[in-house]
């Protein structure tokens, strides 16, 4: 059983690295997410996808920066982007059953409360004022 859930995992994972080279020449974070789920899948089973995990995690700072960029524009394309794809992704989730919708959805979703929590670094100001209370 073990053999097969190693087999499982790992195809899943490159199936989710091959959708995150497809997507990385979209705006915003493009693939990234998705390669950093193919990473966590693979790090179940295998030690040096681990490290990879643990080197991003040390430099995901940086990764943030380059994401959200300190440019005007690029922050309000990124607040008008958010709301619409937040409630597109909800719409999917709710009103529809075949996977590949309910993936989409939940991609849309997460994609979306990211664009609104890493633009303009509202997670590091909710994370400080957390830390305050």
């Known amino acids: 059983m073990r053999f097969w859930k190693v087999i499982i995992f790992d195809a899943l994972a490159v ?20 390669l950093i789920l193919s990473l966590t899948l693979l790090a179940v089973h295998h030690a ?17 920066d380059y994401i959200f960029v300190k440019n005007p524009k690029i ?24 996977l590949w919708m309910i993936s989409l959805g939940l991609f849309a979703v997460f994609t979306g409360i990211t664009f609104l929590l890493g633009n303009r670094d509202r997670y ?10």
């Open 15 to 34: 199936v989710l690295m091959i959708l995150a080279a497809l997507t990385s020449p979209l705006p915003g974070p493009g693939g990234i997410p998705l």
């Open 48 to 64: 040096w996808a681990k490290r990879y995990i643990d080197l991003l995690k040390k430099h995901a700072d940086k990764l943030g």
């Open 75 to 98: 922050q309000l394309a990124y607040d008008i982007l958010a709301p619409p794809l937040v409630l597109l992704g909800a719409f999917w989730l709710q009103r529809h059953s075949a």
């Open 124 to 133: 590091k100001r909710i994370k400080q004022s957390m830390k305050g209370s």
